[in-house]
């Protein structure tokens, strides 16, 4: 059974910094396209970072550029998604997921088949 469990979310002040991760379970995450996604309420899901497998091009928001890193660990067969200067419009709840295919380098969610549980941020002071 393919499964994915997040953790690491929570409340942050502005510019602070939070990691996310993703642990995987019932399948190895090195062949897998994998990505971040949120979803700020009253709006779409949107992918936030994501690797794809077409050419392991990483695709990253234009509004997290320089800010956030997704990464994973193959021997923890877990991934992560570290957030750095932190903004209020970040918060939102942040979602992983993979898939064995994905070579659309944006990633659209639909295209995902497996998800985490999702995990609020919330950044306020």
């Known amino acids: 059974q393919l499964q994915l469990v997040e953790s690491g979310g929570g409340l942050v002040q502005p510019g602070g910094s939070l990691r996310l991760s993703c642990a995987a379970s019932?399948?190895?995450?090195?062949?897998?396209?994998i990505g971040w996604f949120r979803q700020a309420p009253g709006k779409e899901r949107e992918a936030v970072s994501c690797?794809?497998?077409?050419?392991?091009?990483?695709y990253y928001l234009d509004s997290v550029k320089g800010r956030f890193t997704i990464s994973r660990d193959n021997a923890k067969n877990t991934m992560y998604l570290q957030m750095n200067n932190l903004k209020p419009e970040d918060t939102a709840v942040y979602y992983c997921?993979?898939?064995?295919?994905?070579?659309?380098?944006?990633?659209?969610?639909?295209?995902?088949?497996?998800w985490g549980q999702g995990a609020q941020v919330t950044v306020s002071s």
């Open positions: 997921a993979a898939d064995p295919w994905v070579a659309d380098r944006l990633c659209p969610p639909r295209l995902f088949d497996s």
């Open positions: 019932g399948f190895a995450l090195d062949s897998y396209a």
């Open positions: 690797i794809s497998n077409r050419d392991g091009s990483i």
